[in-house]
């Protein structure tokens, strides 16, 4: 029964541990994604500047400068917002890392204790059989003592 209940125990523990790894699998996934998100905003921007230079050299007006530069603000608060999410996604991985670890060191914990169980019942029955083999090899020597005087 008791075996039963921690093999029960046992099968929940890890179906959290297993979502919770997935959680955390999620949220690397979402990092990653954000952070390719941030290259291709840095890499945006980086042309439209190489862009503004190449025009600049011909020649520019105030308008399209004033354009160019409003254009550029709001890049630079693209990347400051997508900046915050790869900081708060950090954050979100690490406490989904932590959750994650939390639940796999205790899985681990109860299987050794099953384990420890399943390994004492097994040297009581080993016990239990090297008597039972003793008792018989006592008989065996007490019977062929009476048949031999």
Not at 7 to 30: C, M, N, P, T, W
Not at 34 to 40: I, Y
Not at 102 to 123: P, T
Request: zero cysteines.
């Amino acid at each position: 029964m008791a075996r039963d209940q921690l093999a029960l125990l046992i099968k929940l523990e890890s179906d959290k541990e297993e979502k919770l790894r997935l959680d955390f699998v999620g949220a690397q996934q979402h990092l990653a994604n954000l952070q390719r998100q941030l290259t291709g905003i840095e890499s945006f921007r980086s042309d439209y500047l190489a862009q503004l230079q190449s025009r600049a050299a011909q020649g520019v007006g105030g308008s399209y400068y004033n354009q160019f530069q409003q254009f550029i603000g709001k890049l630079d608060d693209a990347l400051k917002q997508q900046l915050n999410a790869i900081n708060t996604a950090n954050k979100v991985l690490k406490q989904r890392e932590s959750l994650w670890l939390a639940q796999k060191a205790k899985l681990e914990a109860i299987e050794k204790l099953k384990q420890r169980k399943l390994d004492k019942q097994q040297a009581a029955l080993a016990k239990a059989e090297q008597k039972q083999l003793d008792e018989f090899a006592t008989n065996i020597f007490v019977r062929n003592r009476k048949t031999l005087a």
